[in-house]
Structure formats: structure tokens, C-alpha cells
């Protein structure tokens, strides 16, 4: 009942409703909680059977991608330091700055590529390149790439699977959850490495 319910729901939601999803997931403030890596991989699940269109699902999850990517910047670009005075909340934590400002300084430009992958980081990684003034034409490139690597990538995946796999609507809701915790490992070792790095200079 719950596969039968999700599928209903993407198909009421529609192109546009994954449009506006992943668009605010991508690069707005208020899109930390939105299903991005998920939501693309259940959409190519369900093209495999007939209920999207592969191509057109493929360019509308890429140019949403791009387009809030796009937004994200600017809304960084325009605010700058006051971001950084933001109140701590239940969806804004200095915290992820922190961690994103730290990809940053590791990998540069090559973030919006990699943050992609990476739940929050993906939605404040633009930001921060337009708080930090990042030459839009090299946050451009960076983006479309990692716009078309991501949408294109895991939609992709999702429709493979789907053709492969007998019967996938029985396995959806195990299959979504896979994803979840696929898309939530990175983080969290993260976070374990720098507490044992922390411990490790106390001890």
C-alpha cells in the first residue's frame, strides 16, 4: 500500500512538482530536508515502467538542478556575510557551513561537483560560492557538470534497475531506503572522523 501510495503521489506531483523539488533542493536555504537523491532515482525507477517519460524527466531534473544551483549562488552573492549571522535552527546549523567551507578549501570549485552527492552540503555548496565570490563563469561550468552527473546519473540508474529487476514495484520502498543511506554514509563519516581526530588531540 505504501509503494501504490508513493507512486501515486509522484504521478499527482508530476514533471512540475519534481521540477519545483529538485530545484529547491538544489541551492535554496529551506531545501535541506527535501528527498533529492531519492526522489531522482524513484522517478527513473518508475520511467522503467511507463509512468514518466525518460528523456523528458532526464532534462527537467537537469535543468532544475542547474537552475537552483544558479539560485543558490545568487542568493549568496547578494546576502554574503549576512548568511553567517543566522540564527542556529531546526534546518540551519553553523555546522554545515563549517563542513562545506572545509570541501571548499580541499577540493575548490570541484565541490559543486561532489557536493552533489552529499545531503546539505549539496544545497549550501552554491551559496557559499556566491558568498565567496566565485568567478560565476568557473561556478557555471562546475555546476552544469555536476547538474548533468547527478540528475542525469542517478535517474539513469534508477531506469536500469527498474528494467532489470522483475516485479521492482515490490522492491521500491527497500530500494528508496537503500538510497537514503547511500546518499547519508559520506556525512556521517565524515563527522565520525573529525570527533575521533578531536579525541585523538585531547588524548
Known amino acids: 500500500m505504501f509503494d501504490f501510495d508513493l507512486i501515486a503521489n509522484l504521478i499527482s506531483i508530476g514533471y512540475l512538482g519534481i521540477f519545483i523539488i529538485i530545484f529547491v533542493e538544489s541551492g535554496l536555504l ?8 531519492s526522489l531522482l532515482f524513484t522517478v527513473g525507477l518508475l520511467a522503467s515502467q511507463g509512468y514518466f517519460n525518460l528523456g523528458l524527466l532526464m532534462l527537467i531534473c537537469f535543468v532544475a538542478a542547474a537552475l537552483g544551483d544558479s539560485a543558490g549562488y545568487a542568493l549568496g552573492h547578494k546576502l554574503g556575510p549576512k548568511i553567517f549571522t543566522k540564527e542556529d535552527s531546526l534546518f540551519w546549523n553553523k555546522n554545515h557551513i563549517h563542513r562545506t567551507q572545509v570541501f571548499y578549501a580541499k577540493y575548490g570549485a570541484k565541490v559543486l561537483v561532489l557536493a552533489r552527492f552529499l545531503p546539505v552540503v549539496r544545497s549550501l555548496a552554491p551559496i557559499l560560492a556566491g558568498v565567496g565570490k566565485m568567478k560565476y563563469s568557473i561556478f557555471l561550468f562546475y555546476n552544469l557538470l555536476g547538474a548533468f552527473i547527478w540528475s542525469v ?7 536500469y534497475l527498474g528494467q532489470i529487476i522483475p516485479d521492482v514495484d515490490r522492491y521500491l520502498l527497500p530500494l528508496i531506503l537503500l538510497i537514503v543511506l547511500v546518499s547519508i554514509v559520506p556525512p556521517i563519516w565524515h563527522i565520525w572522523k573529525r570527533h575521533k581526530q578531536g579525541n585523538n588531540q585531547l588524548s
Open 30 to 37: 529551506t531545501g535541506f530536508f527535501l528527498p533529492g537523491d
Open 153 to 159: 546519473g542517478i535517474t539513469s540508474l534508477g531506469y
